[in-house]
């Protein structure tokens, strides 16, 4: 992929999940000899990480490598998206899904030999009233969920601490509290435009919505699906609004890696798809909460982002 010794920016997200505890720039920089010469860059704010991005675009560099967590990755793929320049991925993130999801090693020193011959392919992104979305996309009931960890987890939050020291198990134990306590049934109208241009509409009662390109979710969840992140098309993946014990049922089956129960997930293949709740709500991707809305229009972003792998 690289001319030997090609200097090529390594940006670090000193805050994710596992690189405070581990970082060794020292040891990272001989493990990325002789192929790759890094140059090492601290952003302070989402702000900085965007504009090192935004830099590689400017003077079309052919990587940047991004040392972090999905919400980094989700940052600096919102940038790159539609560029030639390609994205490295060191995973020490707390969920690693994008990385999961492509097939890269989680270990940081096997991502980093695998980064000296790896070649650059081309992945889809979702974009959500114009979030991007590198993994799945979270609304209604599960979205609810994903914002009490990432609000708990927010600098200055008195829960920061316990949600990075539980790591992934925090994204598991929200997702219990919220099937206990939150709303389940919720009325929703669906417009889908399906991968051979059918129009579909529906108006129903769901708990929520998975838009999945790709099956990984956070906290080490993988949904039952068969989308990869460059088949052309994503998922609207709709929970049933079942009574409590039975989502409580599907949702340990989830976390136990068993058949869900029949109908409890329903999964349809999509361009784009437009959903309507009566009562806004979160939307939440990639361990990041993007507001909230009534309206969410979703499309597909065909073969967006080059990454490495």
């Known amino acids: 992929m690289f001319e030997p010794g090609v200097r090529i920016p390594v940006l670090v997200n000193g805050m994710a999940g596992r690189l405070r505890n581990v970082w060794d720039e020292r040891a990272l920089r001989a493990r990325l000899a002789p192929g790759i010469e890094p140059d090492f860059l601290y952003p302070s704010t989402a702000q900085d990480t965007s504009r090192i991005a935004q830099q590689a675009v400017a003077e079309s560099l052919p990587a940047l490598i991004v040392a972090g967590g999905d919400g980094t990755l989700n940052r600096v793929a919102a940038v790159l998206a539609g560029s030639n320049v390609a994205m490295g991925i060191l995973p020490f993130g707390t969920g690693n899904d994008l990385a999961a999801t492509i097939g890269l090693p989680l270990d940081v020193g096997s991502a980093a030999r695998q980064l000296l011959a790896a070649r650059d392919r081309r992945i ?70 399906t991968p051979n241009g059918d129009r579909q509409v529906s108006e129903q009662e769901v708990a929520g919505f998975f ?75 990639d361990g990041e909460l993007f507001g909230e809305a009534a309206t969410f229009d979703v499309r597909l972003r065909p073969a967006a982002l080059r990454v490495l792998a």
Do not use: Y
């Open 124 to 193: 889809d992104l979702l974009e959500v009233n114009g979030a991007v979305a590198c993994t799945v996309g979270l609304l209604g009931l599960v979205a609810d969920s994903a914002a009490r960890v990432i609000r708990a987890g927010a600098p200055g939050s008195r829960w920061r601490p316990l949600v990075r020291r539980l790591g992934a198990a925090s994204w598991r134990l929200s997702g219990t509290a919220s099937l206990v306590t939150s709303q389940l049934a919720r009325p929703v109208r669906v417009e889908c435009t």
């Open 211 to 285: 838009l999945a390109n790709g099956s990984r979710l956070g906290g080490g969840l993988t949904l039952p699906t068969h989308g990869r992140v460059d088949d052309g098309v994503f998922e609207v993946c709709t929970v049933a609004a079942r009574g409590r014990a039975r989502l409580l049922q599907a949702f340990t089956d989830l976390m136990l890696k068993r058949p869900l129960p029949p109908g409890a997930l329903q999964v349809q293949p999509a361009h784009a798809a437009t959903i309507s709740w009566r009562v806004p709500g979160p939307f939440s991707a």
